[in-house]
């Protein structure tokens, strides 16, 4: 048995949440291997929406387990809040969430750094969810950090007060800015007795286990392929490794243990935050599809840059990925338009290009685009992919003949029910 993945194509904000939520019943176990509470998956069913942050997708399912992998990053404040949310929606997680020793936590000092941080970049700022997850990332490279296993040994709290105290010292080269350290403190460490009381497991030997026993396991991914820290538009980048390749890094599995990758996009492009976009569209066109789909952090709130697909991206990160199926999220929001764009090329250094250029972020990139008809109809009540208009079909296959990759799910809207199966994702 092999670990099928989704992750998102582009830079967050998919719908990978919603995909989760949907195919967990194939699976005996969610596991999330990267990111940390700056991402925000989102659920809606039963007329209620639901927004996790640290908790895999599959937690609303019966009696799958959910594995929070070595890889992320958790803060108990977070955690605690996620869990009160769980709790009262009637969730019983208890003996369904685990977490592993090995995952990182998030001190209050590290999101004092980095707010700090970004405060004192000015214009420069890389658009930080400010939840401290970059500094976090930063002690676990510099052998410093803390993680949950450590919670549990008798020298916990010299260690904490040891990386405290180098914390505050870092902080000193930066501008003050306000932050109540001794009240988050002490929040965090009553959040921190919420996380205790959950299983706490050797998160790679248990996924291997599972996999020799024969249970279907889905890796969940955060943020986007182009946030990736060494693929994504570095700088403008989340701190951990979104590909693939980061399943095998943040759940402890050999790279032939993978078994399918599912990509997904939407069907146009936004992304949060600072950094190169090149088909972002800063007229009437970016403020419509910010409107009509909702296009605001769930995470941070702020509201997100939006433009039409970008077809030479989507191929780069399909490459780093391997992906084998593409879902299409967010169909619906196109319902509107008399014409659609999608980018197909890179025009920049005087020549016309597939590929993004390293110095992405100082090169003036212009995209190429080629025109589709829209449908200009509702997609409501729509579950079939025949049943489809010709013109949302023409545009669904071309996006698969492009990228060379079958479209197996298109979304057509956020709730649960609102999935059109066009070939059988997971077989």
């Not at 908790?55 to 977070?78: K, Q």
């Not at 769980?86 to 209050?108: G, M, S």
């Not at 999608?342 to 080629?370: F, S």
């Not at 298109?410 to 066009?422: A, C, H, M, Q, Y």
Request: proline share 4%; charged share 25%; glycine share 10%.
């Amino acid at each position: 048995m092999k670990v099928d993945v989704i992750l998102g194509l582009q830079w967050g904000d998919e719908g990978k949440g919603k995909i989760v939520d949907y195919l967990a019943n194939n699976y005996d176990i969610v596991a999330r291997f990267q990111g940390g509470p700056n991402a925000g998956h989102t659920l809606k069913f039963d007329g209620k929406k639901y927004v996790l942050h640290t908790v895999p997708s599959g937690i609303f399912r019966e009696n799958l387990l959910n594995v929070i992998g070595n890889g992320v990053v958790i803060d108990p404040i977070t955690l605690e809040k996620e869990i009160k949310n769980l709790e009262a929606a009637n969730v019983d997680y208890k003996d369904r969430l685990l977490v592993a020793r090995k995952a990182h936590l998030i001190l209050p000092t590290h999101r004092l750094m980095d707010a700090a941080s970004e405060a004192a970049k000015g214009k420069a700022k890389i658009g930080s969810t400010l939840k401290g997850i970059g500094p976090t990332y930063m002690d676990k490279t510099g052998r410093n950090g803390i993680r949950v296993g450590d919670i549990s040994l008798p020298n916990f709290k010299e260690r904490y007060k040891a990386l405290r105290k180098k914390h505050l010292k870092l902080v000193q080269i930066y501008p003050d800015i306000e932050f109540d350290l001794e009240a988050e403190e002490a929040q965090w460490f009553k959040s921190l007795e919420v996380l205790k009381n959950l299983k706490h497991v050797n998160g790679e030997y248990y996924i291997n286990q599972a996999i020799k026993d024969g249970k279907r396991i889905l890796a969940e991914g955060a943020q986007g392929s182009m946030l990736d820290i060494d693929f994504g538009t570095y700088p403008f980048v989340t701190s951990s490794n979104t590909v693939t390749a980061g399943v095998c890094n943040g759940l402890g599995i050999a790279p032939s243990k993978i078994g399918e990758v599912i990509g997904i996009t939407k069907a146009y492009c936004t992304r949060v935050g600072s950094g190169p976009f090149p088909t972002e569209q800063e007229n009437k066109i970016g403020e419509f599809l910010r409107s009509e789909g909702g296009e605001f952090g769930a995470t941070t709130g702020r509201p997100r840059r939006c433009g039409w697909i970008d077809l030479p991206q989507l191929k780069y990160t399909i490459m780093l990925n391997g992906v084998t199926q593409l879902v299409v999220t967010k169909i619906d929001v196109l319902n509107n338009f008399e014409t659609l764009q999608a980018g197909t090329a890179y025009q920049y250094n005087d020549g016309i290009h597939q590929e993004l250029p390293y110095d992405i972020n100082n090169i003036k990139v212009v995209p190429t685009y080629e025109s589709h008809k829209g449908w200009q109809k509702s997609l409501e009540g729509i579950t079939e992919f025949d049943e489809l208009p010709k013109e949302a079909k023409e545009y669904i296959l071309s996006l698969q003949q492009t990228l060379e990759v079958p479209v197996t799910m298109v979304s057509t809207g956020p709730e649960r029910k609102k999935l059109i199966l066009k070939e059988a994702l997971v077989s």
